[in-house]
């Protein structure tokens, strides 16, 4: 924990030997860190909602000359993590005010093909997420699981961890990596461990009062 100067505090970090330090902090500490070149690498989570006219990633005294673009990676959700480095060593993260949240709930939800049901339950767990909406994952016990073909496409969420794909097989008819689930996601997501997640915009998804 810094104590005293920030910017002293990690020039003189910077200055000693030692592994990547991650900088987080609002976007005034990221902006003073840019313009005394503090910053060696940085790494944006860009999100699909628009919200104002929001500030410039950089600020107009910095040499954006120095930064090259070395990996971009999108996820399912539509968010997309940029990261741009200079050199090596410090490392700060852009604020992106994303949220999720995790509840379990007692509405009746179902999920259906072309009026075949392929999921039924009165306990799932509810997951908002900033710009996105809310997800309904349910037991695998409530799910028609001879219907799906587990897949080789994996994909990781920063809030949630790494998830695993299926696709459904509606007699010969087969709906790829329509469901996921995250078999062993981050602390902060572990309510949602093992349950299976309809892409609600490729189903039909019936969402009633509690059972």
Partial sequence: MLQGEVLDGVAELKAQDG??????????????????????????????????????????TTKKSRWKLTDTRAFPSGVRRRNGRVTQHVVAVMPSGHEVRIRQSDVHVEVGVDGVTIAESDRPVLLDETGLPTRYYLPREDVRMDMLRPTTFHTTCPFKGEASYWSLDLDGEVLDGVVWSYETPIPQAEAIAG????????????VGTTA
């Fill in 195 to 206: 349950l299976l997640c309809f892409y609600t915009e490729r189903v039909e998804l019936k």
């Fill in 19 to 60: 592994g990547p330090i991650l900088v987080g902090g609002s976007q005034t500490l990221v902006h003073a860190l840019l313009d005394h070149d503090l910053v060696d690498e940085l790494r944006l989570m860009v999100f699909p909602v628009t919200i104002g006219s929001g500030r410039r990633v950089f600020p107009e």
